[in-house]
């Protein structure tokens, strides 16, 4: 019969009228037996239902001139349309693509809206919200909703029983729920889903509870902002968080005017701008949950304290033997480490670490990571299989295997073996600062890419000298001419008029290049002398060899130095060391003999450094 229908319309478009009235008994008929439809959406575009209930998803386009109407290809709103006017739960299947809507669809029967693809992306468009659900059970998978913009709810206004999993909503803006607003009948719950970048200009950046109930669970709500509840705002009734993350929210992270908010295993942290959970007339309740660090507050008054929870600061009223009160949760970024939302890692010596309660803690973390006995408080679960105090690197951490104690980064890693103890990519090297061997040379490793060294030999060396004496795969050598801050530099395979590096004063610091490939070492003579050191620093940034045993730098430096940098070739990065600064920011307290340093002299005359060089005994 529907076959029929579309080649009448098609071959005999002049008998239109006649061809739709003798349908529509039929099609009632059809519709009246429906049960549950599945519509695969074939179409981006956003042209509504050709013939509603009918039980086919075909959108309303037209051709010809004069323009004629006939049925396209499946949008998601025909499909909704459709699957609201078919009896039971319809199933929609969306394909990749980004589906740009014209206003908001309505949801008024039960569905379910499933992903047949990857990187579904449902855009508002900045004119409207995208979904209202008003009847029926729904459910919702894997998709992106973006730019919606409305009064309430910017993505979503949920006024049914409606469930998102691995979703995620960005960018919505609203009055009240930048991302999602439930209403009095409304039930949402939440799985495995991120709610990131949402604005409300009253309440609930990501999320307002208008008296309905709200489940969140493995969930993570970050840099949304309102001025009352950042991330959540609820005016009533009850809503459930567990497993999940509330960070980086403008407004404070939860904030109750009525109802209750109960918190299990969630970490809370970095929230600013009102306390994280403020509570203006509700209440809120937490076990097995980090608050902190958050500004000004952790909490406005202290909330119901079910045990085994951190705050930072002292304001949560977590004062039971077993909660951890006024210190830092030594938490990682909120970044990927596994699953299918961002998570705060713990850091090694976190004391969330094994300080959970186990029998009320879920079976496994927000990542889906299994808890073990003694699990951690909070969303995520320390990994640390080989019980070194470093976490592997799909957990975040930076431990290469963790299944083997004598391998983290740290480790000594002096011979071949098989093993790359220090998780530095490179097996069996010694450590990468010169070392002397006791015959009178000195004995540096170098890598591939970038080195520093400092130049042992007699004065003025020849470039090329250094450069033959460590090999073919020498790219370029750098030196940095502190008294007229410029840098010189000298090629091999270069024109000899581009080479602006002279002889070689002994102690120069050097920066060499070497191409990709297995490490080499090369011995340079040490012929400096035992005794006194004097190095004299001009203001601004000197390029110093420093040619003592292994001591604290802190020592020589006088207040007119602000900082001291020491490039390190294993991560090629830089460590620092402030004399005024907190002890927390300097990186480094000691310094091997020949390390390279850049020091800046903050004053304006001349200073003059002075140490007790080590000799070697040929």
Known sequence: MLQLHTTLWLAVSGMAIAVVTGLLVALAIHTSEAQAVDFTVADTSDAGDFFLGNGVCESLTTIGTPPVAVPGLCTLRAAVQEANASPGTDTILIPSGTYTLTGDIEISDSV???????????????????????????????VTLMNGATTTGGAIRNEADLTLTNVTIINGTASRGGAISNSVMGTLTINDSTIEGNVATVEGGAIQNAGGEVSITNSTLSNNSAPAGGALFSENNDIQISNSTISGNEGGAVDVEDGTVALLNVTVAENNGAPSI??????????????????PSDCSEPITNLTHNIDSDNSCGFFAANDVPNVDPLLGPLQDNGGDTETHSLLPGSPAIN?????????????????????DIGAYEFEDADGDGVGPISGGGTDCDDSDPDVFPGAPDVSVDGKDQDCDGIDGEVEPEPMPNGDGLV??????????????????????????????RVESIWAYLAGVQVWVVFRPTGVAELNTLGPIAQGTALFVRLTAGEPILVELPDLLPGGSVEVVLA?????????????????????GIGATFLYDRTDAGWNGFFPAGPSIANAFTEVDRLAALFVLNETLSIVTLTWEQTSITP
């Open 539 to 559: 203001p601004l940034w000197n390029f110093v060899g420093y040619t003592g045993g292994a001591a604290e730098i802190a020592p020589l430096l006088p207040s």
């Open 443 to 472: 004995d540096v490793i170098l890598l591939g890419d970038w080195n520093v060294l400092v130049f042992t030999g007699e004065d003025e060396t020849d470039p090329a000298d250094l450069a033959a004496l460590i090999g073919p």
């Open 112 to 142: 379910v809206i499933m992903v047949a693809g990857t990187n579904i992306t449902i855009d508002g468009a900045g004119v409207d919200r995208i979904f209202r659900v008003t009847n029926g059970t729904v459910h919702i998978t894997g």
């Open 355 to 375: 300080a959970g309660n186990d029998v009320a803690a879920s079976a496994s973390d927000q990542r889906g990571v299994l808890r073990v006995q003694e699990s």
């Open 278 to 295: 403020n509570l203006s007339g509700g209440e809120a309740s937490a076990q097995n949950s980090i608050i902190g660090p958050n500004a």
